[in-house]
T-cell receptor, first 111, second 112 residues
Framework: QKEVEQNSGPLSVPEGAIASLNCTYSDRGSQSFFWYRQYSGKSPELIMSIYSNGDKEDGRFTAQLNKASQYVSLLIRDSQPSDSATYLCAAPSGSARQLTFGSGTQLTVLP | EAQVTQNPRYLITVTGKKLTVTCSQNMNHEYMSWYRQDPGLGLRQIYYSMNVEVTDKGDVPEGYKVSRKEKRNFPLILESPSPNQTSLYFC???????????FGPGTRLTVL
């Protein structure tokens, strides 16, 4: 089982809708989780970090963490065409010596 | 400006010709890492360093070397590049190993 798994997509949503991206992880010891956005050919850009159970909001982005279910999600409200990118979920491995990335979910926001 | 820089950004070379990709960060980060990204395979870690003079293998270290003589620099060395090392390479750094990593702009390498 991969340590970090994402719904592989691709995911298409209309402009203005809510995009929901999901990620599960296998290591119960993981304490921090990160969401990155990556445009084609560009480097991953950190958009959210979450360390505690519950929701964390930053502008149009909300990260949700449920440690009991080993589940972390990213909601993008009022999606814009500029949000079209691949979104990567990441968590430190058990020893935290490495950051394990999911395979990414490609999001397309249709005008 | 806080950043991770990589050079060169683009490189075309031939099999067997040694090359170095430089990586530098100005954030006083302890942890640095190299990744390669290939279509369908996602981000794979090559090597990482938790501090000066401390380096360790990631998931795909074969054919690569690194060094960490100074905190800010973490060069990636390909002693004898081969075509299967054609890829997009990213350097990243974080304050400590548990923290979020910040990525450099990437180096697109083609080995003919």
């Amino acid at each position: 089982q991969k340590e970090v798994e994402q719904n592989s997509g691709p995911l298409s949503v209309p402009e203005g809708a809510i995009a929901s991206l999901n990620c599960t992880y296998s290591d119960r010891g993981s304490q921090s989780f990160f969401w990155y956005r990556q445009y084609s050919g560009k480097s991953p850009e950190l958009i959210m970090s979450i360390y505690s159970n519950g929701d964390k909001e930053d502008g149009r982005f909300t990260a949700q963490l449920n440690k009991a279910s080993q589940y972390v999600s990213l909601l993008i409200r009022d999606s814009q065409p500029s949000d079209s990118a691949t979104y990567l979920c990441a968590a430190p491995s058990g020893s935290a010596r490495q950051l394990t990335f999911g395979s990414g979910t490609q999001l397309t926001v249709l005008p | 400006e806080a950043q991770v820089t990589q050079n060169p950004r683009y490189l075309i070379t031939v099999t067997g010709k040694k090359l170095t990709v430089t990586c530098s960060q100005n954030m006083n980060h302890e942890y640095m890492s190299w990744y390669r990204q290939d279509p369908g395979l996602g981000l794979r870690q090559i090597y990482y360093s938790m501090n000066v003079e401390v380096t360790d293998k990631g998931d795909v270290p074969e054919g690569y070397k690194v060094s960490r003589k100074e905190k800010r620099n973490f060069p990636l060395i390909l002693e004898s590049p081969s075509p299967n090392q054609t890829s997009l390479y990213f350097c990243a750094s974080s304050l400590f190993r548990y923290n979020e990593q910040f990525f450099g702009p990437g180096t697109r390498l083609t080995v003919l």
